[in-house]
């Protein structure tokens, strides 16, 4: 193997790790500013999925999760009075899940401090942020 072959090896290497560190950095703070806010990661995950009202089906597929799973954090939602089911007009068989007054308001709050001050790449200066997004919008 050529010199060149093995930086090149190491440096991806280093980039896989790298974004491993970054994901599970990401993934402690959203569970993080979840529980601060008093959701799971899924509830809040489901909170940030009803910008409109979704059947239950779409919200089990885009959390790939069993439909079971998603009845039962549709409850707690509901039992906390942040989100509704309601009945499909177009379909009357099936139950979409829309947020309440109440849900918005949390989501919101909760996006704000997600998105707040501490990120990982909050220190870029917005020319890095841009590079930055430039190059992982290339990769994914």
Known sequence: ????RRMQGRADA????LVFDLTENLQHRYEAVAAEHG???QQASLLGLLDEPRPMS???TLLQRDASNITGL???LERQDLVRRERDERDR???LVARTASGADLHARFETALYGSGL???ALSEDERATL????TRVV
């Open 39 to 41: 959701l799971t990661r």
């Open 14 to 17: 280093e980039i896989v790790r």
């Open 1 to 4: 193997m050529s010199t060149s």
């Open 133 to 136: 997004l430039s190059l992982l």
């Open 93 to 95: 068989r099936v139950t």
């Open 120 to 122: 990982p790449f909050s």
């Open 74 to 76: 549709v409850d707690r």
């Open 58 to 60: 779409t919200l089990a």
